[in-house]
T-cell receptor, first 114, second 113 residues
């Protein structure tokens, strides 16, 4: 069964600190993996998208890594800001032809405190 | 360049009623997908519309139906509302029904009392 699991479920850090969020998946065949940031009550916003051959991708203070062998991804946030408080969702796309699907994780809720 | 827009922003309905939510895709996009996101949960795929036809459907009952218009905008209809239908309904648009690059709207918050 295709699944995406994220950890931790929630995280509290102080402003200025770094943090790393984890995503493990069992999706086959794999096509790509993306990280979304979702503010409360708002639609998700794409941070990064990575294909099988990509190991690292950065978007400002956000850096995503992908290990396709172990089926793990991480999202590292550097020098956190109060505005980073949000839910971060890992989404994996399969590559099943015309019926390709997006498999969503439940997200990690990040709170950045002053 | 207009992004994905949804209306209304918030909606309160009574159990048993029917509701229609609307979505206009990002300029240049022709595919619309609908998601239901309960509080504290990830988005659950409802269905996708492309060329005015439902192309894929998630595990949702027939009470959930949709439509896509020639201008690519879309509606989500939910009949016989249940308390459990209370959620944030998200619309995402893309260029082509096989594209993975989806842009999400701000969502419609539906509360069923």
């Amino acid at each position: 069964k295709n699944q995406v699991e994220q950890s931790p479920q929630s995280l509290i850090i102080l402003e200025g600190k770094n943090c790393t969020l984890q995503c493990n998946y069992t999706v086959s065949p794999f096509s790509n993996l993306r990280w979304y940031k979702q503010d409360t009550g708002r639609g998700p916003v794409s941070l990064t998208i990575m294909t099988f051959s990509e190991n690292t991708k950065s978007n400002g203070r956000y850096t995503a890594t992908l290990d396709a062998d172990t089926k793990q991804s991480s999202l590292h946030i550097t020098a956190s800001q109060l505005s980073d408080s949000a839910s971060y969702i890992c989404v994996v796309s399969d590559n099943a032809g015309n019926n390709r699907k997006l498999i969503w994780g439940l997200g990690t809720s990040l709170a950045v405190n002053p | 360049d207009a992004g994905v827009t949804q209306s209304p922003t918030h909606l309160i309905k009574t159990r048993g009623q029917q509701v229609t939510l609307r979505c206009s895709p990002k300029s240049g996009h022709d595919t619309v997908s609908w998601y239901q996101q309960a509080l504290g949960q990830g988005p659950q795929f409802i269905f996708q519309y492309y060329e005015e036809e439902e192309r894929q459907r998630g595990n949702f009952p027939d009470r959930f139906s949709g439509h896509q218009f020639p201008n690519y905008s879309s509606e989500l209809n939910v009949n016989a509302l249940l308390l459990g239908d209370s959620a944030l309904y998200l619309c995402a648009s893309s260029s082509g029904h096989l594209s993975y690059e989806q842009y999400f709207g701000p969502g419609t918050r539906l509360t069923v009392t």
